[in-house]
Nanobody, 115 residues
Framework: QVQLVESGGGLVQPGGSLRLSCAAS????????MGWYRQAPGKERELVAT???????QYADSVKGRFTISRDNAKNIVYLQMNSLKPEDTAVYYC?????????WGKGTLVTVSS
């Protein structure tokens, strides 16, 4: 079993920055992909960014140029640096990990962008 624990969410003003972290632990065999998804109230969960084992990054169009995903392979941690935050970025952000075909989710961390 794999556990994912997110941290770093909170309240920030428009234009501000936050850095999310997600630490993976447990029986990890071969991480293929780590990433972040988000779900705003009344909306479906959507992809924010992913990063593969060979550091190929994928971003949603809505966050390109503002968010940066990175990972520490030695520690099994994935980060999401979020800059120039907008009210529409308000959502619960979920960490995602694909390990040998198994998909795991964190419990989420709330990001609120408001003045």
């Amino acid at each position: 079993q794999v556990q994912l624990v997110e941290s770093g969410g909170g309240l920030v003003q428009p234009g501000g920055s936050l850095r999310l972290s997600c630490a993976a632990s447990g029986r990890i065999f071969n991480i293929n992909l780590m990433g972040w998804y988000r779900q705003a109230p009344g909306k479906e969960r959507e992809l924010v960014a992913t990063i593969s084992v060979d550091v190929y990054r994928q971003y949603a169009d809505s966050v390109k140029g503002r968010f940066t995903i990175s990972r520490d392979n030695a520690k099994n941690i994935v980060y999401l640096q979020m800059n120039s935050l907008k009210p529409e970025d308000t959502a619960v952000y979920y960490c995602n990990l694909v390990d040998g075909g198994q998909v795991y989710w964190g419990k989420g961390t709330l990001v609120t962008v408001s003045s």
